[in-house]
């Protein structure tokens, strides 16, 4: 596992709790639900500054890890996760860029 450490995550990074309940209205208008994994999975939204030599840096943690567990601590909380799209600059400020991506992961 691979521990991610390139830039500063911004508080505008997001994680978002997914319980796994599928729920859907069944003929007759009952709603039915089921759990599709025993323990809740987060999809992350990573928002990181950094400048130009970071995103190279990320670029190439992304070309090495990016079919391996990874792991990141946001709010004080750690995260072991998967990248689910490439890191891209979203915006620069001078030498400063902001570099976002998806990822999914576990709490660790």
Known sequence: MAAFSIGTVLSKTKVTADSGRRLDVAEGGLIRGRNTYEYPVYDIHFV??????????????????????????????????????????????????????????YEA
Request: net charge negative; glycine share 8%; charged share 20%.
């Open 48 to 105: 990181i500054q950094t400048d130009a030599t970071g995103k190279a840096n990320i670029d190439t943690f992304y070309g090495t890890y990016s079919e391996a567990w990874n792991a990141s601590t946001i709010d004080d909380m750690s995260y072991t996760w998967l990248f689910k799209t490439m890191p891209m600059v979203t915006g620069k400020d001078g030498a400063i860029r902001y570099v976002e991506f998806d990822a999914m992961g």
